[in-house]
């Protein structure tokens, strides 16, 4: 019984942080955090993708983007480095295993914030101890806010 009453009060706290990380990097899978073509991100999930990726609750300054360099000339005799690969377009289709992977993560992290929202339901409806179990849910919430306001 002690296992499970440990359990219940370590879920309670970090169950927040689950939630956060598990619907921000489901927005990461398909970019929607950051700005391409003529999508432009809302505030918000742009300072909560910078949350996740660097732990700062701030956008990230615009940039100017540079302008494409002129190609290399190969002259007679000379040694060229290897050219990486250009990215592709944005009018090109990912590979079927980039956009499978990302579809399957994508219900991975449907999955983990439905389990973990019925783990909270779980322990909240079955436990005699439901104050310290909000005490601690409050205290998961409120301690990552704390320290990216405060510090």
Same mark, same amino acid.
Request: charged fraction near 15%.
């Given at each position: 019984?002690?296992?499970r009453?440990?359990?219940?009060?370590?879920s309670a706290?970090?169950?927040p942080s689950?939630l956060?990380?598990?619907?921000?990097?489901?927005l990461?899978?398909?970019?929607?955090?950051?700005?391409?073509?003529d999508?432009q991100?809302p505030?918000?999930?742009?300072k909560?993708?910078?949350v996740?990726?660097?732990?700062a609750f701030? &956008?990230r300054?615009?940039h100017e983007?540079?302008?494409? $360099?002129?190609?290399?000339v190969?002259?007679? !005799?000379? *040694?060229? %480095?290897?050219?990486?690969?250009p990215?592709p377009?944005e009018d090109?289709?990912?590979?079927?295993r980039?956009?499978? &992977?990302?579809w399957?993560f994508?219900?991975v992290a449907? $999955?983990?914030?439905?389990?973990t929202?019925l !783990?909270l *339901?779980? %322990?909240?409806t079955?436990n005699?101890?439901?104050?310290?179990?909000l005490?601690?849910l409050?205290a998961?919430?409120a301690t990552?806010?704390?320290i990216?306001v405060?510090l």
């Amino acid at each position: 019984m002690m296992i499970r009453q440990l359990h219940a009060y370590l879920s309670a706290f970090v169950a927040p942080s689950v939630l956060f990380f598990a619907f921000t990097g489901s927005l990461q899978l398909f970019s929607l955090h950051e700005a391409h073509g003529d999508y432009q991100p809302p505030a918000l999930i742009e300072k909560l993708g910078r949350v996740h990726t660097d732990q700062a609750f701030e &956008l990230r300054p615009k940039h100017e983007p540079k302008p494409p $360099s002129p190609p290399a000339v190969k002259a007679e !005799g000379d *040694w060229v %480095a290897p050219v990486a690969k250009p990215a592709p377009s944005e009018d090109e289709a990912p590979p079927l295993r980039e956009t499978a &992977l990302k579809w399957l993560f994508l219900l991975v992290a449907v $999955s983990l914030i439905s389990s973990t929202l019925l !783990g909270l *339901w779980m %322990a909240l409806t079955q436990n005699r101890r439901k104050v310290v179990l909000l005490v601690l849910l409050l205290a998961g919430v409120a301690t990552p806010v704390a320290i990216l306001v405060l510090l």
